[in-house]
């Protein structure tokens, strides 16, 4: 079977972003967002996710990075989708509870082809480095949008480090998709709904 990958580019008046994914990677990754925080960040989705990862953005700096990482997440939700294809044989489930120092974090992917985001995520400081913590949220919820899928990100103890919460959001987010576009020997070529179709 052919990797499954995907490759966009994106330009508007206020960003200019490219992005190419392989789900059937190694965990290879070439990340510039001009965003420090974010490059990290995306650098252990790609490792723990095991997928190929390549991305380049820029965009207006001038105030804050609100539409660099908002517009990045489009991109990024986008690619997910097309590179998944059509479901066939997939688990269209994943799940991780993954711990990170005194941080407990939980996530869930359903790839529905329905969006659906929920977080208790509740940030203490308004910044990690360069990266405005109220974009968290925001992020996930516009990349689960545009990949269609349910996401949930759930703190079970969500610790005092905001950036081990972050971290630990990523990586397992990483993980449970990883496991939701892995295939099922068992299932082949179906897809796993009782109406045939995500």
């Given amino acids: 079977m052919e990797n499954r990958k995907f490759s966009i580019t994106r330009n508007t008046t206020e ?37 190929d990862l390549k991305i380049t953005a820029k965009g207006d700096m001038k105030f ?39 941080v407990l974090c939980v996530c869930a992917v359903d790839l529905s082809g329905r ?32 990949a269609c899928m349910n996401l949930h990100i759930q703190f079970l103890n969500p610790g005092e480090n905001e950036h081990h919460r972050i971290e630990a959001a990523f990586k397992s987010f990483a993980r449970a998709l990883r496991r939701a576009c892995s295939f099922d020997e068992r299932a082949k070529d179906q897809i796993i709904s009782t109406k045939g179709s995500l």
């Fill in 64 to 102: 804050d990075n609100h539409h660099l990482i908002e517009d990045l997440a489009i991109v990024l939700g986008q690619s997910i989708k097309k590179a998944v294809g059509d479901k066939k044989g997939i688990n269209r489930y994943g799940y991780m509870v993954l711990p990170m120092d005194e």
């Fill in 15 to 51: 960003t200019q972003i490219s992005v190419d994914l392989n789900l059937d990677g190694s965990g290879k990754y070439e990340i510039n967002t001009e965003v420090g925080f974010l490059n990290h960040m995306l650098e252990l989705f790609a490792k723990h996710g095991l997928f």
């Fill in 115 to 146: 969006f659906a985001f929920e977080t208790n995520y509740d940030p203490k400081r308004e910044m990690v480095n360069d990266f405005s913590t109220e974009m968290f949220r925001h992020f996930f919820k516009s990349l689960a949008s545009e």
